[in-house]
Each structure stands twice: as C-alpha cells, then as structure tokens.
C-alpha cells in the first residue's frame, strides 16, 4: 500500500484537507501543500498555519509549500506576524514594483522572478511576478496578479507529479516561469517576418506602428530576462545545504534555456530593426520617384506656361490673330516642343 494513504506509516501527518478556492482566497491563500516526497502532497487551509505561530521545523512531516494572493491584507498580516521571515524580506516579498533578484541569507533565500501575463485582455508586455522566499523546510510565495506556473505546480501535486522537496519546487518554478516566455519570443520572431512581407498590402504608417509596438514588446522582455538570467546563475551557484546536486544542475539548464530565449529576442530586435529600415528606405524610394516624375512634368510643362503667358500678356497684341490658322501651328509648335524635350529626358536617362 502507498504510504501515503497508510495511518500507520504516517501517523504524525495531518489529514487531507481539501482547499476550497473561494474559501481561500477569501483570507488571501491561494494554494497550500505538505510535500509528500513522492511527487504528491495534501492540501492545508488557514487554520493550519495559523496553529503555527511559531514555525517548527517540518523535515519529519514533508516541508510545506504556501502560495498567497500578497494583495490581500490577511496575507501581508501573516507574513509579517506569523511566517517568521524577516521584515526586510517580508518588505521584498510585497513590494508592489521588484525586478527579478536571488539574495541569500543563511540558510534561507529569496528568489524574484518574472512571467508571461495570460490573463485574458491581459498584454503580454505587463510581465507577472512570482515572489519566493524558503529555508529548506517551507517555500512561501506570493503574487499580485495569477501566475500560470504556479497553477500548474498546484495541478501537479494533486495529480502526484509534482515536486519531491523543496529545492525541486523551486527549481520547477523558475523551469515553468522560464518556458512560458518560449512561445511568445517565437511569436514575436515570426511577426517580425510577417510584417517585413506585408510592405506593399499595408500603409508604411501601419506597418511602422505594429513594428514599434512590436520592439516595445521585446525591450520589455529584455529589460526583466537580463536580471533573470542573472539570479538563476546565482541560485545554480548556489551552496544551500538543502539544494541537491540535480537542483543546481536543474537551475543551470533553466539559465541555458534563459540564455536561447535573450539571443533570440536580440535576433527578433535585429531582424525589427532590418525590417524598419526597409520599409522607410521603400517609402523614401516611393516619394523620391513620385517627386521626380513631379519634376519631369514640371520641366515639360514650364516653357509651354511660360510661350503661352507670354502670348497672354502681350499688351500690343498678340501676332497673327486674326489668322485662321495660327492656332493650329501654334499648337502644332508647343506639340513639336514636348517631343524635343522628352527625346531630349530619354538621352539623358531621365525617362
């Protein structure tokens, strides 16, 4: 029999609570797990770490996993009163504005990392936060806004294939926080090829605007995955006695996958900016040619205006009007004038 169904093997072990979601959230708890080092764990409400004023090390029981919604008073009240973390981390913890980050004090660390926004009108330049503080023996997170990674963390443990200690759900955090930013670095990869292909379906206007939104997007990324890198280097450097070999190998392989996604936004920026530069250089070329045909009609035009208003302001007269025929030759003169002057474009290479 598994033991974690067994009462003899496990007679330390609180029972089963299953979390309400509403309930939860009332009091600012979003999700809370003992680790059952098998890939499972079971669920605790407020009332269980409530009962612990006072934090006791729970190695014997399976270390705890306490996810919060920091917007809610009760959960800043608990953090500051009851988690037993200090305040200048708790102050980190809820600071509204944080960039990602990775300090060690001890034997516990901080861990700031930034995700995808997936919440639906939600863009995805407005990156979310998931904030991670643990000592070996408790992981306690907090977001202000919902954080896909640590959803799919919490499914993982109901269905038993979740994280084993905490150094791994640590490790699992930064890994889903990392991988999320995979699909959309691609997307903005392949619009930048889109719209360099739309140069002559859309105006010059509307293309330069999507591609600035477009760079905007990526320097955004950019601005947090640099800083990111950074503190999961720190984390895969990391001597904490309670982070396991393939922990900080599982940290070194999610700064590789860091590294892939800065390079190829600095591709995707490198390929906007060619893509930018071809479109204005096309749109230039567009008004070069159509001011030199304006040029040419111009040039054409001007002795015919020029023949024609000398005639109109003759003040003696204008020769030959009463002729029948010097209309004509007239017309015939200016006629035989524009061939000249359009044989004379055409040597010239102008035409």
Not at 133 to 156: C, F, K, N, T, Y
Not at 237 to 245: F, G, T
Request: glycine share 8%; net charge neutral.
């Amino acid at each position: 029999m598994d033991s974690r169904h067994n009462p003899v093997n496990r007679p330390s072990v609180r029972p089963v609570v299953r979390l309400k979601t509403g309930y939860a959230h009332r009091f600012g708890l979003v999700c809370a797990f003992r680790l059952d080092r098998q890939g499972g764990g079971e669920a605790l409400q407020w009332a269980d770490l409530e009962a612990d004023a006072e934090p006791e090390p729970h190695s014997a029981q399976g270390p705890v996993w306490i996810h919060l919604d920091l917007k809610h008073a009760n959960a800043q009240r608990w953090l500051s009163a009851h988690s037993g973390i200090d305040p200048l981390v708790v102050d980190a913890l809820t600071a509204a504005r944080v960039t990602p980050r990775f300090e060690q004090r001890g034997r516990s660390l901080l861990l700031i990392l930034k995700g995808i926004n997936f919440r639906p009108g939600g863009l995805p330049m407005d990156m979310v936060t998931l904030r991670l503080w643990s000592d070996g023996e408790r992981v306690i997170s907090g977001r202000h806004e919902p954080v896909r990674a640590a959803s799919e963390l919490q499914r993982s443990l109901v269905k038993g294939q979740g994280p084993t200690d905490v150094g791994d759900l640590i490790c699992q955090c930064a890994d889903l926080m990392t991988q999320h930013m995979e699909q959309l670095i691609f997307e903005q990869f392949d619009e930048a090829h889109r719209i360099g292909h739309l140069h002559d379906a859309k105006p010059t206007e509307d293309l330069v605007a999507e591609l600035a939104h477009l760079r905007r997007v990526m320097i955004r990324m950019r601005h947090f995955l640099g800083p990111q890198r950074r503190a999961l280097e720190r984390l895969a450097a990391s001597h904490q006695p309670w982070l396991s070999e393939n922990n900080r190998e599982r940290a070194g392989e999610v700064v590789h996958q860091c590294t892939q996604y800065i390079e190829g936004l600095d591709a995707a920026q490198r390929i906007s900016e060619i893509t930018q530069e071809e479109i204005l250089q096309r749109s230039t070329e567009k008004t070069e040619r159509r001011l030199f045909s304006l040029t040419v009609i111009t040039a054409i035009f001007l002795p015919l205006t020029f023949i024609t208003g000398l005639l109109g302001v003759n003040l003696a007269g204008i020769p030959d009007a009463t002729d029948r025929w010097a209309f004509l030759l007239l017309c015939l003169f200016l006629g035989l004038l524009v061939a000249a002057q359009l044989w004379y474009l055409r040597r010239k290479g102008w035409l």
